[in-house]
């Protein structure tokens, strides 16, 4: 299933408490078992803390921060520094585009649905 966000599109998060930050999207996570939980990881957005327990190796232990996932809704991609809808063209000879709706910019093509040489007569 296409998606409006893929991975190294800059994006701004739309809703929550980091909402107006901007990033670049470093992982899309689908879940098998439930497709609409699908989750984005954005580069500098909501960093978590996360504790390294002793070992042996590591004996003082440690702390370090990453980014978490946020979910695919709370994204949209950017175009000129604003956040915009995406819509999907198909292009003549096949390939499907993601466009911006206001901006009527390409963000990317998706790839191919069909082969429009073999189509003509």
Same mark, same amino acid.
């Given at each position: 299933?296409?998606?409006?966000?893929?991975?190294?599109?800059?994006?701004?998060?739309?809703?929550?408490?980091?909402?107006?930050?901007?990033?670049?999207?470093?992982?899309?996570?689908?879940? $098998?078992?439930?497709? %609409?939980?699908? /989750? @984005?990881? =954005?580069?500098?957005?909501?960093? !978590?803390?996360?504790?390294?327990?002793? *070992?042996?190796?590591?004996?003082?232990?440690?702390?370090?921060?990453?980014?978490?996932?946020?979910?695919?809704?709370?994204?949209?991609?950017?175009?000129?520094?604003?956040?915009?809808?995406?819509?999907? $063209?198909?292009?003549? %000879?096949?390939? /499907? @585009?993601? =466009?911006?709706?206001?901006?009527? !910019?390409?963000?990317?093509?998706?790839? *191919?649905?069909?082969?429009?040489?073999?189509?003509?007569?």
């Amino acid at each position: 299933m296409a998606r409006h966000v893929r991975k190294g599109d800059q994006v701004m998060v739309t809703s929550g408490s980091h909402k107006g930050s901007v990033g670049e999207v470093i992982r899309v996570i689908i879940q $098998k078992d439930d497709p %609409n939980s699908t /989750k @984005v990881v =954005v580069k500098g957005v909501n960093l !978590k803390v996360k504790h390294q327990k002793p *070992t042996r190796i590591n004996p003082q232990g440690s702390k370090f921060t990453k980014e978490a996932a946020l979910h695919i809704s709370k994204v949209s991609p950017v175009v000129d520094g604003k956040p915009v809808r995406v819509g999907f $063209k198909i292009e003549k %000879n096949g390939n /499907k @585009v993601r =466009v911006a709706r206001h901006a009527k !910019k390409e963000l990317g093509t998706l790839g *191919t649905l069909y082969d429009a040489s073999k189509n003509k007569k």
